[in-house]
């Protein structure tokens, strides 16, 4: 194997552990954004319940809509 394929062969090897570890990180921030994101729609159901006397579920529309 020539010396130029083994730098390609490295600095391939090194791209593709910095985007495994950004994808990494990613998967992380989106199951905590959808934690919050469920649990703010969670809030607000709450909130409209109270407010209305009924029960709304997730992003449901009034009837009024």
């Given amino acids: 194997m020539t010396r130029q394929m083994e730098e390609q062969i490295a600095h391939l090897t090194r791209t593709v552990e910095e985007l495994s570890d ?3 990180r990613q998967e992380k ?5 959808n934690r919050r994101v469920h649990m703010l729609m969670q809030r607000e159901g709450q909130r409209d319940a109270e407010q209305t006397g009924g029960v709304v579920m997730g992003d449901e529309r009034p009837p009024h809509y």
């Fill in 22 to 24: 950004v994808v990494a």
């Fill in 29 to 33: 921030e989106i199951t905590t954004l």
